[in-house]
């Protein structure tokens, strides 16, 4: 019941974290998304340079957090601006990869097929093989959204907002008698923005992907 009070009392202080971390991944995924699709549209087609990317943004995910965000702030300074460059190179892995299998997953003979009604190859691209690899593109863009929200929740440690604020106040007072709810509240914050943005995207797969291939 203590729980809940503390929620009740601090309601708008939840939404205002909310929003910030919510901010953050979609800011970031955004980004990371256009990069990620980009990459894969342009190394597809070579097997080794593909694979030699996605080997790359491989390590750049074994990267500790807290040890990119030392690194990225002296470059950015203190705030969101590190948190987002960090949260984009870290949704680059699944989002290129994915792009890379679902376009190389397309039949060959429906390209063709496509190419001989007269289509060019950046239409055929564009009408034929993203459409067809869209779900696997999707899904990766959603794998990507769950990853940034948990990093996201070290973004306080950097000035960058977000349900870390909680979690890290309660490291602060881990003693006092507000300590657990503090770190309740910044977990299951953190819980609730990465189911909200599990829901809305596999609802934005359904809406976006043709009925044959549901």
Do not use: C
């Amino acid at each position: 019941m203590d729980f809940l009070d503390y929620l009740a009392d601090n309601r708008d202080r939840m939404l205002e974290l909310g929003q910030e971390h919510l901010l953050l991944v979609l800011v970031a995924l955004a980004l990371g998304t256009a990069i990620g699709i980009g990459t894969g549209l342009l190394t597809y087609r070579h097997p080794a340079v593909s694979a030699s990317v996605v080997r790359l943004e491989g390590l750049l995910l074994v990267i500790p957090s807290l040890a990119m965000y030392a690194l990225l702030v002296p470059v950015f300074g203190i705030g969101q601006e590190p948190v987002i460059v960090a949260l984009t190179l870290y949704s680059l892995l699944a989002i290129t990869r994915n792009t890379v299998v679902g376009l190389n997953a397309v039949d060959p003979a429906i390209v063709e097929s496509a190419r001989g009604t007269g289509m060019g190859r950046w239409r055929a691209l564009v009408r034929i093989e993203l459409p067809l690899a869209w779900p696997v593109i999707a899904a990766g863009v959603r794998v990507s959204a769950i990853l940034l929200v948990s990093i996201a929740a070290l973004a306080s440690i950097v000035g960058g907002g977000g349900y870390g604020e909680l979690i890290f106040a309660a490291l602060r007072v881990i003693t006092g008698p507000n300590a657990l709810d503090l770190v309740l509240a910044g977990t299951l914050g953190t819980v609730a923005v990465g189911l909200l943005l599990d829901v809305a995207f596999l609802a934005l797969t359904r809406l976006t992907t043709s009925k044959g291939l549901r």
